[in-house]
């Protein structure tokens, strides 16, 4: 699968900035990800193992990227009442269970190119974390999942 090495690829571009942003994986990269998954064996080879978690680990890094650029932003993000509340805040409420607003990246972190087509939500991201996770048994990578968002909320 080629799907890890472009999105790694976008996570360089973006970090050069310097750079226009090249590599962008979409809604329809997810769609495509997901149907290929279920073609896979269950049993694979140790390469074809490693392959499937390279794309999880890419999939856990374009969310903890995303995270960190929506509260390196400090954005206002309008909650239930109308009322503007900071994506930090946000984060902290999801990630405790307290929110009624969508997890960041649902519907706030899903941009839209002038084409009229979605950047790879958080959800598709994390859809693919679990169907390796679940079907492969690379429960493991939870942890990894874990750690990487850690790092985002600290100060």
Same mark, same amino acid.
């Given at each position: 699968? #080629?799907?890890? #090495?472009?999105?790694?690829? #976008? ?14 994986? +979409? ?5 495509? @990800? ?20 390279? +794309?999880?680990?890419? !999939? ?11 509260? *390196? ?51 598709? !991201? ?5 169907? @390796?996770?679940?079907?492969?048994? *690379? ?13 985002? +909320?600290?100060?």
């Amino acid at each position: 699968m #080629y799907f890890a #090495y472009w999105i790694s690829r #976008y996570l360089d571009s973006r970090a050069e900035r310097s750079s226009p942003l090249r590599f962008v994986p +979409l809604e329809s990269h997810a769609r495509w @990800i997901f149907a290929l998954l279920a073609r896979v064996d269950l049993f694979c080879t140790a390469d074809e193992m490693n392959n499937l978690r390279g +794309l999880a680990r890419a !999939c856990i890094s374009l969310v903890r990227a995303r995270r960190q650029d929506a509260l *390196q932003d400090e954005r206002p993000v309008s909650g239930p009442s109308g009322h503007g509340t900071s994506v930090k805040a946000t984060v902290a409420a999801t990630n405790s269970g307290v929110s009624s607003e969508p997890p960041l990246g649902v519907a706030a972190d899903v941009s839209t190119s002038k084409s009229g087509t979605k950047a790879m939500s958080e959800v598709s !991201c994390w859809m693919t974390v679990s169907a @390796i996770v679940i079907i492969w048994g *690379q429960r493991d990578l939870w942890g990894d999942a874990e750690e990487a968002l850690r790092q985002v +909320l600290k100060p």
